[in-house]
């Protein structure tokens, strides 16, 4: 059965531009102490800040971002970061089609290396990979790597490009798609594979892509998106001139600050402390209840420069929640029924129930069912123990412990993973015939200090493996389950996390607002 799912479900343009301004990239660096290299160069050495990105794009004779290029600015490779951990590794990164493609040397080091990119510009959007054949390559030997953003929702206009390496060698599901045409025995040893051993790159020098003008492409006309991508986006706020947005990430020794998400102190004014701030928070806005003044765009960055935009001809998010409030006050009122809904999971599904509801003005939509860990054999009298015995619908977040330190240095396989949910969700429909579960994909971390020195597991390579195994899940226990694809709201802002394990709340909000939606079925809104 775990082989037909298998098979259900595997089922450029540039312009060249004068890069002056850019060397404020180059040059804007916070560098860390010196006896703090000298001490541990392994662990944190100098680089440039991310917070760079407050720094506008050089965009030449432009009026507004959404201008289209002149033929004459046009280019057709992108530069490679030559600090970058498999620089050496890249023969060429170019844009072709829909697609950014890289290809690698015949004795590259890493053949397979599993690659993560974003496009931020009008929109932001997560590059899709996959392998292709080499026009050039007569030996076979030589790997193509493309990132698709055909699927996305882009409006015309210039894109800046990051790309960075997670690992050297891809274990996840792109790893699968590429090889579809595996044996049942190589399947089957990528479910069990062990993945203890598996550390990132170097998250000080993982992006290969340059922070030169030229990783600018330009999308010269719209796209419309396709399947969940279509339902909703993150497009630049209006009036803000275009700024790249770099990958955030945790250098180990600035988790221990208690500002940076630690235990002990850092004090604050220190070169230590502005090296660690300058990389950690790349994300600002106004406090809370502050509105932004004419010409104070400086106050806003990186993930923050960025709303969410419905895809719903018909109807606001307003009036969407709006909806949803009155079906919850009718149903008080006994005026009509909806269906009560359960979040089964730790953290990730109580903030929902006790944030994110409460922002929505929908306090007790959700009931939570405390559930750390993947229990089949205890998961019904967690549910009798919480009061919660007549949900109708339930959903299911338990993927973050599986992959965390919390397992003693051993993750959870795909095949355990999957093995272990699936009995779970057994048990729960056995337990109310009448029930629905839903399994949401699963939150992509950043790359925390846990995951940077090999602690931790919950990259985006290791998640994404596991939203796979709940689409197989789903798949195989047919219309009683179902796999909601979140992933057009919280990909992009994979790296936003503030506290490195928790989506930022603009972010929950939209989850919440939409698993709502579709488990009290309000689908009818959404363009298709």
């Known amino acids: 059965m775990m082989n037909t799912v298998f098979q259900k479900c595997l089922g450029g343009i540039f312009f060249t531009i004068s890069v002056t301004v850019w060397s404020q990239f180059r040059n804007d660096r916070i560098q860390p102490p010196q006896s703090y290299v000298q001490q541990d160069h392994q662990q944190v050495a100098a680089l440039p800040s991310i917070s760079s990105s407050n720094h506008s794009w050089p965009i030449p004779q432009q009026t507004n971002h959404h201008d289209h290029p002149s033929d004459s600015m046009l280019l057709h490779e992108l530069p490679i970061n030559e600090n970058s951990t498999i620089a050496s590794d890249i023969d060429k990164i170019w844009h072709d089609q829909q697609a950014i493609c890289v290809r690698l040397k015949e004795n590259a080091r890493c053949k397979h290396p599993a690659l993560l990119g974003r496009l931020s510009g009008p929109a932001l959007a997560i590059l899709e990979w996959s392998e292709r054949p080499s026009d050039d390559d007569t030996t076979g030997t030589t790997t193509v790597l493309c990132g ?4 996305q929702w882009l409006d015309a206009g210039y894109y800046f490009v990051e790309i960075i390496v997670l690992y050297c060698e891809d274990f996840g599901v792109t790893s699968l798609l590429n090889h579809h045409d595996r044996g049942v025995q190589d399947q ?11 550390c990132v790159e170097d998250a000080r020098y993982n992006r290969i892509t340059s922070k030169e003008g030229r990783t600018i492409i330009s999308i010269p006309s719209s796209i419309e998106g396709k399947g969940s991508y279509r339902r909703g986006r993150w497009v630049r706020k209006p009036h803000l001139p275009l700024r790249a947005l770099f990958t955030r990430y945790q250098p180990i020794k600035c988790a221990m600050d208690k500002d940076f998400v630690g235990n002990s102190h850092i004090q604050k004014g220190t070169p230590m402390h502005k090296y660690c701030k300058s ?25 923050h420069e960025y709303d969410f ?3 719903m001809p018909l109807l606001s998010e307003k009036q969407l929640v709006q909806k949803l409030r009155q079906r919850q006050r009718d149903a008080n009122d006994d005026k009509a029924t909806i269906p009560k809904i359960c979040a089964i999971g730790d953290s990730h599904s109580r903030t929902m129930v006790e944030r994110s509801l409460p922002a929505l003005n929908l306090t007790g939509l959700f009931e939570f069912v405390q559930s750390n860990w993947i229990r089949p054999d205890a998961i019904v009298e967690r549910i009798r123990r919480s009061n919660n015995t007549n949900c109708d619908h339930f959903f299911v977040q338990v993927g973050q412990w599986p992959a965390s330190f919390r397992t003693g240095g051993h993750p959870f396989s795909f095949g355990t993973y999957y093995t272990r949910l699936k009995a779970q969700v057994e048990n729960i429909l056995a337990y109310n015939p009448n029930a629905k579960v839903y399994l949401p994909t699963i939150d992509q971390n950043p790359l925390m200090a846990k995951i940077n020195n090999c602690s931790d597991w919950r990259t985006p390579t290791m998640l994404d493996g596991y939203s796979h195994m709940n689409k197989m899940i789903a798949s195989e226990l047919g219309s009683r389950v179902e796999y ?14 503030p506290d490195w394990q928790h989506l ?3 972010v929950r909000y939209r989850k919440t607002l939409y698993m709502a939606a579709i488990m009290l079925g309000e689908t009818e809104w959404w363009s298709q």
């Open 148 to 151: 698709d953003y055909s699927n």
């Open 504 to 506: 930022l709340e603009e």
């Open 484 to 497: 909601l694809d979140t992933n057009f709201i919280i990909y992009t802002h994979w790296d936003g996390h």
């Open 188 to 198: 089957n040893a990528w479910l069990e594979a062990d993945h203890t051993s598996k």
């Open 279 to 303: 990389i950690v928070a790349r994300d600002k806005k106004p406090q809370k209840g502050k509105r932004l003044k004419k010409g104070e765009n400086d106050k806003l960055a990186g993930l």
């Open 309 to 311: 935009q419905w895809n």
